[in-house]
């Protein structure tokens, strides 16, 4: 079974209502010290932040509070209560009618390019690029190229969003148009081929959960972008790949102040490139996928990508799944 796994400091939002509808998928949302003490919402467990010291003490203490990482707590829930499949979304993501992800795939189009793509660019002619690309790929105009895999073992799946997609300040500061994405067939990335990927409407198969593991001493607009990019080479290691689909949810955005998201942004484009060199030169075939997470982290430890103190944060979050 699959666990849709959001985090909210608001009463229950239309997507949170309208996720929660959908079975026999369970939905859990994380609350912080924000949300509403009388937080309800039918189809759907809530953890207050009671819950959360209560089931995960040590764990829970050791998490920031008002930070998007304490939506860990909510994949231990899941994954101790059985979870097959975790979806990552947001309150403000609506499901649309074709939302799901498929579990496998006989045959799809695959990019098969080095280093880091725009894969926007296969689903819109509009000049736009995900939250967390290289800032020097944004005016690289190029099409992909797209070649035929079949059969391919997908751990993670990305489903797009219409209308407010996940993108960087910088364009929404400079642009901010709204964005319909094309209608597709899904598109596989192959091995050494990068896009980032977010938690906004991701799905991630068991056997990868330990990728699930959100950095708590980085911001809060490179958290989930940052977990992406160490992602891909730990799934090269086990012969998977990254997947994504067309839009399978309507984003009505919560308020930002993007001149705080680009604060917030900063580090990512500083350090992206850094950090993916040092996720594939940690990631080994043959080691499990617990200690290629651990030695990326600790790679960028090193590097003060991150704190050393996020260490600690994973073997504890590794102890609970």
């Known amino acids: 079974m699959d666990f849709i796994i959001i985090t909210s400091i608001f009463e229950p939002t239309e997507a949170v209502k309208k996720f929660a509808e959908i079975q026999p998928n369970r939905v859990v949302v994380v609350g912080d010290k924000k949300s509403p003490e009388n937080w309800v919402c039918e189809g759907a467990v809530f953890l207050s932040v009671k819950d959360q010291m209560e089931l995960y003490s040590e764990f829970a ?95 993670v799946w990305q489903g797009l969003a219409d209308e407010d997609p996940d993108v960087d300040a910088i364009y929404r500061l400079v642009s ?60 090269w290691s086990e012969d998977a790949h990254l997947g994504f689909l067309e839009s399978t949810v309507r984003q009505l955005r919560n308020p930002h102040d993007y001149i705080k998201d680009f604060e917030s942004e900063i580090p990512m484009y500083l350090t992206i490139e850094k950090a993916l060199d040092i996720a594939i030169s940690r990631s080994k075939k043959g080691q499990t996928i617990k200690d290629n997470v651990y030695n990326i982290y600790d790679g960028l430890a090193e590097n003060e990508i991150v704190q050393a103190k996020e260490l600690k944060l994973i073997e504890l979050f590794f102890s609970h799944i």
């Not at 094309?182 to 896009?195: Q, Y």
């Open 61 to 155: 203490n050791s998490l920031p509070f008002n930070h998007y990482c304490r939506k860990m707590l909510g994949y231990v829930y899941a994954i101790q209560s059985g979870a097959t499949g975790i979806v990552d979304t947001d309150d403000d993501n609506i499901p649309l009618s074709n939302w799901g992800f498929p579990k496998q795939i006989d045959q799809a189009q695959s990019i098969n390019e080095s280093g880091f793509v725009n894969i926007y660019k296969l689903f819109t002619n509009h000049r736009i690029w995900p939250r967390g690309l290289p800032l020097k790929e944004i005016l690289n105009l190029e099409p992909l190229p797209t070649s035929t895999i079949s059969r391919p073992t997908v751990g």
């Open 176 to 235: 901010d148009e709204h964005v319909a994405f094309s209608k597709r067939p899904p598109v596989i990335l192959e091995k050494n081929c990068v896009t980032p990927f977010n938690s906004q409407n991701t799905w991630i198969d068991q056997t990868f959960f330990p990728l699930l593991y959100l950095p708590t001493t980085v911001t809060f607009r490179y958290t989930d972008i940052l977990r992406g990019i160490i992602a891909q080479p730990v799934l």
